[in-house]
């Protein structure tokens, strides 16, 4: 086969499976063992290029349709058209977007597309740059803070000095505790804030911990607040905590991944973000409900110009960074943890061109509607229950089993009988020791009917299991 006749044959495959991306059953699961046979992975094909559209068939065949209907487990689901678009040409073009000189257009569109947040945000004489995700995301901002909390930090490391601490609430994500044990904080000296009745951090709780790890020898630099958690979708209160900040001079974070979506919408940004303009640093997820292709991630800084550069930068890099080019500055490398980075601005950009501010807020405003519209139908249900009343775009629920019944392990088996089936492949959390089914909705073309049939189908499965 040519070039020609494999492009021909490849595209034809992806525009097969994007067309009936929403047809049948999101899974049709086999065993690991099963799959494997069914996947000749230890075949041999040197030159085969039939072997190679065989493997290519059968990985979409067997993969877990993420636009699909039955898909909602995760923060996202299937992507943009447009992102689809840019992917493929980022993979034909297979460039590192680190220096100008080697990915100009995506160097420009990177900044361009920054810019654009910085305006977003409200962030003022501010930088930022895409990351491999939010997890990544938080890192750097506490490296930064970290860098900045004490002179010489950088070059001289922790070693003799007294301890710095860090604060999150008790439902922030995991990647903060991978944050402190990579930067050398060690996850103790991570102190989680007790959250409210809604899974909000409570400000008068960190208060009162800023105090007492002070009186303990031990200095406070970084908070971070969670703008969307990710079981419940609570977002913490940034005007309590922008003051305790005035009070002790700490780094404040906010980590939209999920909810920093609300940006995008005028009455939700003043509703979940109000005083977002004034924290330290910010990251969001545009491959989550703005929908664009995995991954594609922003990381934000106000008010300290040069100090991603300052933080990330170390060692001898002249033979791939020039700083005497007059281009230099343009290089995002630089400011990067990463040596090489994948192009991920044309996907973003194209999205951001085609729906604009106005189309992704529509968007998310219609993910909220829909999420009302799933609570009430839950509350109206006799065989089903909200776990918790929802926050915002999470809707947590559980089937309601008789009495005697032990309801966590209950709706566990429902959730995996759901999955095996090819019906759905939805959330699973605990909120305190109750186990609740999680389902978020990023499908833009979801409607209520599409709500009704997902909460239809847990209920039937539930009474399937009864009586099984």
Not at 255 to 277: I, K, M, S, Y
Not at 349 to 355: A, M, N, R, S
Request: proline share 4%.
């Amino acid at each position: 086969m040519n070039d020609q006749a494999i492009f021909q044959r490849l595209l034809a495959l992806v525009e097969q499976y994007h067309a009936r991306r929403k047809e049948g059953k999101f899974l049709e699961y086999l065993e690991p063992q099963a799959l494997a046979r069914e996947l000749e992975l230890e075949k041999e094909a040197p030159g085969d290029w039939q072997q190679l559209f065989q493997w290519m068939e059968k990985y979409l065949q067997h993969s877990v349709k993420t636009g699909h209907p039955g898909f909602l487990n995760r923060m996202w689901s299937g992507a943009n058209l447009p992102s689809i678009m840019g992917e493929i040409i980022t993979a034909v073009t297979n460039t590192s977007a680190c220096t100008y000189e080697a990915a100009p257009v995506s160097t420009l569109m990177e900044h361009y597309m920054l810019d654009q947040m910085l305006e977003l945000v409200g962030f003022e004489e501010g930088e930022g740059q895409m990351t491999t995700g939010s997890s990544n995301g938080n890192m750097i901002a506490m490296l930064a803070a970290r860098n900045q909390a004490v002179d010489g930090i950088k070059e001289q490391g922790l070693s003799g000095m007294p301890p710095l601490v860090a604060f999150v609430s008790a439902d922030a994500h995991y990647s903060l505790d991978k944050a402190a044990n990579i930067l050398g904080l060690g996850t103790d000296n991570l102190v989680k804030v007790p959250v409210d009745e809604r899974g909000r951090l409570r400000a008068d709780a960190l208060a009162d911990l800023l105090a007492e790890q002070k009186a303990g020898g031990r200095q406070p630099f970084f908070v971070c607040a969670t703008l969307g958690t990710t079981v419940r979708g609570a977002y913490d209160p940034l005007p309590p905590l922008l003051e305790l900040r005035e009070e002790h001079g700490f780094w404040l974070h906010g980590d939209g991944a999920w909810g920093g979506a609300a940006l995008l919408d005028d009455e939700l940004r003043q509703r979940h973000l109000t005083g977002v303009e004034q924290l330290d640093s910010f990251t969001w997820d545009f491959h989550k409900m703005p929908g664009s292709n995995l991954m594609c991630n922003l990381l934000l800084f106000n008010h300290h110009k040069g100090t991603l550069r300052c933080a990330c930068s170390a060692g001898e890099h002249s033979y791939l960074f020039r700083e005497e080019h007059e281009d230099a500055e343009l290089d995002t490398g630089t400011a990067s943890l990463q040596c090489g980075r994948r192009v991920d601005s044309l996907k973003w950009f194209l999205d951001w061109k085609y729906f604009g501010r106005e189309g992704l807020g529509r968007r998310i405003r219609h993910y909220l509607d829909l999420a009302a519209y799933a609570e009430d139908w839950i509350n109206g249900h006799p065989d089903l229950e909200m776990t918790v009343p929802r926050e915002s775009f999470n809707v947590c629920f559980r089937f309601l089993p008789p009495a005697g019944v032990d309801a966590n392990d209950f709706n566990l088996r429902l959730r995996h009988r759901l999955f095996e089936e090819g019906v759905s492949l939805v959330g699973v959390a605990y909120i305190g020791d109750r186990l609740t089914l999680r389902l978020l909705i990023t499908h833009p073309d979801f409607t209520p009917m599409d709500v009704e049939r997902f909460l239809q189908s847990v209920v039937d499965m539930g009474k399937r299991l009864l009586h099984d």
